[in-house]
């Protein structure tokens, strides 16, 4: 299933930085769900309409979680260095082996997005991508 | 978490369970105890090698992994590096740069002065091209030269810039093979920008002195302007500590039980002579080497700008170097412990080193009375400038504070800021700002930050730091 922005997350508290957190039905919901609450910080909240469609990949980490980091480093870098926000994203595949995703991609706008976040760096500190009753749960926090 | 006075500026955690030493917090009362970053600076104690104390100043705040303010020392053959020791903005740090130019002269120009530097040096996110990208080749040089490469192209305050930075702006171990092309490609086009967050250029005045004799032989005196410039290594720093925390972060644990017991994964590290040790070390310092230059550059740009905006030459701003210290970085340092000398690897992750009189590290000009000490407060008070002690050198492995630290979430200081017009507020106290976005003023505004006056008491109480001169904001540029 395909996700867009804006879909709902929590900002979790934390003195210097920022954490969000998020729920979905399933693990892929979640997820998806994660990376769109960064694209969100990330653009202040301003727009992202798509422009292109990409597959991002990433092998998986120690725990769901550190898969969970892996994908926002990996988008985090795109953001850093080729200016690209995740718009919309669909999970194609999380498993054992890592996560799957086609991504749609906006450009970051100075003024559109003035008031986004200078995110440094998704941190494993307090990460969380767990079943929790009938819903999925996962946070990260993420260093300003 | 269980807390013990030691003294009237001092407490201890005591040690239990895995940690290796007691955590020791500088503070001006009992902290709360249930301050989450206490049980990081317990956490912290688990670090393979740890010397003495795990340490926190009295700026301390919740971080990741290593609480924010916190000093470890670990030895230098059988320690552990930990990156998240160091931080994401390796070598954050700060300059001060002292000028001919008195406050009463420079006020009728204040807003001209903050619009050319807000024109020359790029802030905010993914701040830019304040010089031409750089090739590979320049890019190997920075990050070995560090502010040498930078001086070298002219980006100068005076003739002693590299003499007054912390170890002359360059680490010797830089190893620019260890930094990857990615953490390359994030700060090809970043040198000489300032950046976002908390990060900031001010345009101050010398409004107290404490300690003349000191001031002086810093080049300081009372109306005086000075430049503060608070940036580190941009996204080639964050991309550095990001690859070794992924690298360490599921590994750690095949160098042994010790490592293995680590309470949290941010504070993921390795045997400091072990091969992923070796290339963390061997790219942060190189890091540390880039944050130099992109500092030194902004000087350069800034003395430029001052230069264009109020129709003087370089001569008649007369800039100068005051001192240039790290907030975020890990080094090899010897310290006396127990009454002999060791070599110890020092993380300091948002707290400044403080060398003494005396101290053959500390330049020439300043060894009578001991090394600057640089702790920029927030944008609508005030900063200061200490010097170290010999008690510093005895209690904290010659460390201090690094600034007034964090109040309020980013989250709460919005919804205070929320209906206000900070810059206003700012003009009506004689404080000229420029941001990107209304965003970073309202989470970087004053109620968001501990009263720094406070927090460098806290050292002056202590002994570890001798207050020298107040430095007062008149204009402001932020990311």
Redesign the interface.
């Known amino acids: 299933m395909r996700y867009a922005l804006p879909q709902p997350y929590r900002e979790i508290p934390h003195t210097a930085d920022v954490g969000v957190a998020v729920e979905g039905a399933s693990a892929e919901e979640a997820l998806a769900r994660l990376v769109l609450a960064l694209s969100a910080l990330l653009a202040g909240g301003g727009a992202v309409p798509v422009e292109r469609e990409e597959e991002v990949e990433v092998p998986a980490g120690p725990d769901p979680a550190q898969t969970a980091v892996a994908l926002l480093r990996e988008l985090l870098f795109r953001f850093a260095t080729e200016h690209l926000l995740a718009g919309a994203c669909e999970v194609l595949r999380l498993d054992r082996s890592g996560a799957r995703l086609r991504v749609g991609f906006g450009r970051y706008h100075p003024e559109r997005h003035a008031e986004g976040a200078d995110v440094k760096a998704v941190t494993y500190h307090g990460a969380r991508f767990e079943r929790s009753g009938e819903a999925w749960r996962a946070q990260v926090l993420l260093d300003i | 978490m269980r807390l013990q006075r030691v003294s009237d500026y001092l407490w201890e955690i005591p040690r239990e369970g895995g940690m290796k030493v007691p955590g020791r917090v500088y503070s001006d009362g009992m902290p709360a105890p249930d301050d989450p970053?206490l049980q990081q600076v317990a956490n912290v104690a688990f670090l393979p090698g740890i010397v003495r104390y795990s340490l926190a100043m009295p700026d301390i705040?919740?971080?990741?992994?290593f609480p924010?303010g916190g000093v470890a020392a670990v030895d230098g053959e059988r320690g552990a590096v930990s990156p998240g020791g160091v931080?994401?903005?390796i070598n954050c740090g700060v300059r001060v740069v002292a000028t001919r130019l008195e406050a009463a002269e420079l006020r009728p120009h204040v807003h001209a002065v903050t619009a050319q530097l807000y024109r020359d040096i790029p802030t905010?996110?993914?701040s830019s091209h304040a010089i031409p990208k750089l090739t590979e080749a320049e890019m190997d040089a920075v990050l070995s030269k560090g502010a040498r490469w930078a001086v070298g192209r002219g980006y100068v305050a005076g003739s002693d810039d590299l003499e007054h930075c912390e170890e002359g702006g360059r680490l010797a171990g830089a190893d620019p093979s260890c930094v990857s092309a990615?953490a390359r490609?994030?700060g090809s086009d970043q040198l000489g920008t300032l950046?976002?967050?908390n990060h900031f250029l001010e345009v101050d005045r010398v409004a107290e002195v404490y300690d003349p004799a000191v001031a002086e032989a810093f080049g300081l005196r009372l109306g005086q302007v000075a430049v503060q410039i608070h940036s580190g290594s941009r996204?080639l720093g964050?991309?550095v500590?990001?690859e070794a925390?992924?690298e360490l972060?599921?590994t750690m644990a095949r160098y042994g039980p010790e490592y293995a017991a680590i309470p949290?994964?941010?504070l993921?590290c390795a045997p400091i002579g072990s091969p992923a040790g070796q290339r963390y070390l061997g790219a942060m310092m190189a890091a540390a080497n880039f944050a130099w230059a992109n500092r030194q550059v902004m000087t350069g740009l800034t003395v430029r700008a001052l230069c264009h905006a109020l129709g003087l030459s370089e001569r008649e701003i007369g800039a100068r170097l005051v001192y240039d210290v790290c907030h975020n970085v890990a080094k090899v340092e010897e310290h006396l412990v127990e009454g002999r000398p060791r070599r110890l690897l020092v993380h300091r992750k948002g707290a400044t080193r403080a060398f003494g009189p005396g101290d053959p590290r500390v330049p020439a000009a300043y060894r009578e009375v001991g090394q600057p000490v640089l702790i920029p407060g927030d944008m609508g008070r005030y900063s200061y400038v200490l010097a170290g002690t010999a008690r510093a050198m005895e209690e904290t492995f010659g460390s201090s504070c690094h600034g007034a630290g964090?109040?309020?979430?980013?989250?709460?200081a919005l919804r205070l800021a929320r209906g206000r017009s900070i810059t206003r507020e700012l003009k009506d106290k004689g404080i000229e700002v420029i941001s990107?976005?209304?965003?970073t003023l309202g989470e970087e505004m004053s109620e968001a930050y501990k009263d720094v006056a406070r927090v460098v008491a806290v050292m002056a109480g202590a002994g570890i730091s001798r207050l020298v001169a107040r430095l007062d904001p008149m204009g402001v540029i932020k990311?």
């Open positions: 970053a705040h919740w971080g990741y992994g924010i931080g994401y903005d905010g996110v993914g990615r490609q994030r950046g976002s967050g996204g964050y991309q500590c990001d925390l992924a972060t599921p949290d994964p941010q993921a964090r109040l309020l979430s980013r989250h709460q990107r976005g209304k965003k990311g």
